[in-house]
T-cell receptor, first 113, second 117 residues
Framework: SQKIEQNSEALNIQEGKTATLTCNYT??????LQWYRQDPGRGPVFLLL?????KEKRKERLKVTFDTTLKQSLFHITASQPADSATYLC????????????FGGGTRLMVKP | GAVVSQHPSRVICKSGTSVKIECRSL??????MFWYRQFPKKSLMLMAT?????????EQGVEKDKFLINHASLTLSTLTVTSAHPEDSSFYIC?????????????FGPGTRLTVL
């Protein structure tokens, strides 16, 4: 079956450290992968999109890598801050037709001051 | 980025009543709108996909007669939960997809918390 897996356990890190979240998928060949942030009781907010021909994408303190051989994306937040505490979701456009996003279960990040 | 609004943000209703949730794309035309459902500490689960002017496509296990979707225009979709039961209590999130110049992008509304007593 097709799966998108994220570590369901919360990630607790100290302020200032780099947070690394993982997204693994099976049985897909996505043209691109997206990362979203979701705060409690709110809808997801788009952060970054990385295409299959891109190894790495950066935006301010965020960095995303995409390894289509390993079928894995890593999401990094450098110099983390308590305000970065949220749930981070990865999502794939599973039919590559621009019709539908399928989400991983999300990983909750807690940054302690 | 583009803005998607939902109304109401919270609703509490009695069992057996119907509740309507509106989703609007405020600054772009949404060719497709999606409705998701999210239980506490779980991921978003797609309920249905709708294109303007046509019937919604429901995911397996979602009752189309219970969750009525109307996509009346390129900026408005509504989800009506009919004869609501306590197990319908959840967080409902809509999403609108439209071409923003580069690719079809998908933007999410803030969600609606439904509590059925």
């Amino acid at each position: 079956s097709q799966k998108i897996e994220q570590n369901s356990e919360a990630l607790n890190i100290q302020e200032g450290k780099t947070a690394t979240l993982t997204c693994n998928y099976t049985n897909y060949s996505p043209a691109y992968l997206q990362w979203y942030r979701q705060d409690p009781g709110r809808g997801p907010v788009f952060l970054l999109l990385i295409r299959e021909n891109e190894k790495e994408k950066r935006k301010e303190r965020l960095k995303v890598t995409f390894d289509t051989t390993l079928k894995q994306s890593l999401f990094h937040i450098t110099a983390s801050q308590p305000a970065d505490s949220a749930t981070y979701l990865c999502a794939l456009d599973i039919d590559n037709a621009g019709n539908m996003l399928t989400f991983g279960g999300g990983t909750r990040l807690m940054v302690k001051p | 980025g583009a803005v998607v609004s939902q109304h109401p943000s919270r609703v509490i209703c009695k069992s057996g009543t119907s509740v309507k949730i509106e989703c609007r794309s405020l600054d772009f035309q949404a060719t497709t709108m999606f409705w998701y459902r999210q239980f506490p500490k779980k991921s978003l689960m797609l309920m249905a996909t709708s294109n303007e002017g046509s019937k919604a496509t429901y995911e397996q296990g979602v009752e189309k007669d219970k969750f009525l979707i109307n996509h009346a225009s390129l900026t408005l979709s509504t989800l009506t939960v009919t004869s609501a039961h306590p197990e319908d209590s959840s967080f409902y999130i809509c999403s609108a997809r439209g071409f923003t110049g580069v690719i079809n992008e998908q933007f999410f509304g803030p969600g609606t918390r439904l509590t059925v007593l």
